[in-house]
C-alpha cells in the first residue's frame, strides 16, 4: 500500500557541506532524482533504488533511502550517489517510516505492525517492539518516539481508531497511546515544542483533521478541522504547510498556524500545485517544494502561495528530503578539537532555569547566546574564561528581564560577544522552555 512520508532536514543552526539541494524519491520509477535549489538544474534517476520506495531521509553525511516491498533500506552517498550499504529488513514486514538518533534508525513496519531498530554501525536490526495498529509516521521527540497508528482495517479496507503510539527508546517498550483522529499518518513537531498528527479521513465520508498533542501532559489539546485530505507536512516559522493530494484537475497544499491553529489555505482555497501533492519540504530560505506524484512534477512557490518554478522529475515522487547550508543546513556539527563546545542542558524541558554545560579551553572571555526560533538573540550569557568542563544558568529570561515566552529555544557560543548575525552555527542545542 502507497502513501507519503516527508522527511525533511531543516535545522536552523546545522551546517551542510554542499550547495543546497533536494533529493526526490520517485516511486514508480524507484529512482532518485537531484534539484540544485539555486540553478534549477534536475537530475533524474541518479540512483537506482528497490522495490516501492517510500522515503528519503538524512542522517550523519548518508542519504537513507526506505523500500517498502524488497523491505530493506539503502545508504546513499549524497555527493557521489553510490549506494554504499544496503541494510535488509524483516521480509514482509512493508517498511514504511524511518526516524533517527544517534547511531540507531527506528522503522515502522506496516503490515507487522512493529517498531525496528536499526544499529547503523553493524546494519542490522537488533530490537523490535510490537505496537500494532499498521503504523506509518514516527517521530523522534524529546527522549521518545511517537508513531501514528492508522487503524486499518485490511479486511474491509476501513479505518478504526486512530491512535499516537509513545515509544520509549532507552528499553524500546510501548508506553502509551493517545486517541487521535482517523488515519493519521505523519507527525510534525511544531516550534512551540507542541505535536502535530495529521490525519488524512478515510477518504469517503471523514475528512481530514489535524490532532494538536502537549507531549509533556500526553493530552491533546485541540483539533484543528481542516478538511480534505492532507497526508503529510513542513512547518515554517509559525506556518505549517500540509500535502493533500487533489487527483482531478491540479493538486493541493493547504497550510494553518501552529499557534493560532487558524487555517489560512484550506479546500476552499488551497495552493494550486501539480497533480497529487504526495509530500512537502521547506529551504533555508522559507520557498515550498511540493511532491507532485500524479504529473510527475516538483512545484516551487512562496509562503504566500505564488508559484515560482515548476521541475520535471521521474514517476511518481513521493518523499523529498533537502539539504541546504545558506541558513539552513542538514550535517552534524563538527567542532574543531581543543575549542569550546556546548556539550548538554539540563533539565529538558524546563520550567525555571536550565543548566547549559560546556567543554574545552578558552583563554578569552566566552559569551553564550540564546535564540529564539527566528533566530533573534534573546539574552546573552558570560562564561569567563575556561578549560574542562564548566556551565552557565539561563533563568528564562530576556535581555530586558522579561520572562520569555514558552517554546523553543536555541543555544550557541558567541565568539567575542558579537551580535546574533555573527554566530557561530557549528555548535547548537536545542532547549525547551515549558513555564
Not at 366 to 373: E, K, P, V
Amino acid at each position: 500500500m502507497r502513501r507519503s512520508i516527508l522527511i525533511i532536514t531543516l535545522g536552523w543552526f546545522a551546517a551542510a557541506a554542499a550547495d543546497p539541494r533536494a533529493f526526490i524519491v520517485n516511486n514508480l520509477a524507484e529512482t532518485l532524482s537531484r534539484i540544485d535549489l539555486e540553478t534549477g538544474e534536475v537530475q533524474n534517476h541518479i540512483v537506482v533504488l528497490g522495490n516501492t520506495p517510500n522515503q528519503v531521509a538524512y542522517h550523519n553525511g548518508n542519504l537513507y533511502v526506505l523500500n517498502s516491498i524488497s523491505a530493506d533500506m539503502q545508504v546513499i552517498d549524497p555527493s557521489s550517489y553510490q549506494v554504499t550499504f544496503d541494510i535488509p529488513l524483516p521480509v514482509g514486514s512493508n517498511p514504511y517510516s524511518m526516524e533517527f538518533q544517534g547511531n540507531y534508525a527506528y522503522v515502522s513496519g506496516w503490515i507487522s505492525g512493529r517498531i525496528y531498530r536499526v544499529n547503523l554501525t553493524t546494519h542490522l536490526v537488533d530490537d523490535d517492539v510490537e505496537i500494532g495498529g499498521f503504523p506509518e509516521g514516527i517521530l523522534f521527540y524529546d527522549d521518545s518516539l511517537y508513531v501514528a497508528q492508522t487503524g486499518f482495517n485490511p479486511d474491509d479496507f476501513s479505518y478504526g481508531q486512530g491512535r499516537m503510539a509513545v515509544i520509549d527508546v532507552s528499553n524500546l517498550l510501548l508506553v502509551s497511546e493517545v486517541n487521535v483522529g482517523k488515519n493519521p499518518q505523519s507527525i510534525i513537531a511544531s516550534p512551540d515544542g507542541i505535536l502535530h498528527v495529521v490525519c488524512t479521513g478515510n477518504y469517503v465520508d471523514v475528512s481530514g483533521s489535524i490532532y494538536v498533542l502537549n507531549p509533556f501532559s500526553g493530552s491533546v489539546i485541540d483539533s484543528i478541522l481542516i478538511g480534505g485530505q492532507p497526508v503529510s507536512g513542513a512547518v515554517w516559522r509559525d506556518t505549517v504547510f500540509l500535502a493533500a493530494g487533489g487527483w482531478v484537475d491540479e493538486g493541493y497544499v493547504y497550510s494553518y498556524n501552529a499557534q493560532t491553529h487558524q487555517i489560512i489555505r484550506g479546500p476552499s482555497n488551497p495552493i494550486s500545485v501539480g497533480l497529487g501533492a504526495a509530500a512537502v519540504a521547506i529551504d533555508s530560505l522559507g520557498f515550498v517544494y511540493s511532491c507532485n506524484f500524479g504529473n510527475d512534477t516538483v512545484t516551487k512557490f512562496n509562503t504566500s502561495g505564488q508559484v515560482l518554478a515548476t521541475y520535471g522529475l521521474g514517476d511518481g515522487p513521493q518523499a523529498i528530503v533537502i539539504l541546504d547550508d545558506r541558513t539552513t543546513g542538514a550535517a552534524d556539527p563538527q567542532p574543531q578539537p581543543g575549542t569550546p563546545i556546548l556539550t548538554g542542558c539540563y533539565p529538558k524541558p524546563f520550567n525555571f532555569s536550565v543548566k547549559i554545560n560546556l567543554s574545552g579551553e578558552w583563554h578569552k572571555p566566552l559569551t553564550i547566546g540564546i535564540f529564539d526560533i527566528t533566530g533573534r538573540l534573546v539574552q546573552s550569557l558570560n562564561a569567563g574564561t575556561g578549560r574542562g568542563e564548566s556551565s552557565v544558568i539561563w533563568n528564562g529570561e530576556d535581555k530586558l528581564g522579561k520572562i520569555c515566552a514558552s517554546g523553543f529555544y536555541f543555544v550557541r557560543i558567541i565568539s567575542g560577544g558579537s551580535s546574533e548575525g555573527s554566530a557561530n552555527r557549528a555548535n547548537a542545542l536545542k532547549i525547551i522552555y515549558m513555564k
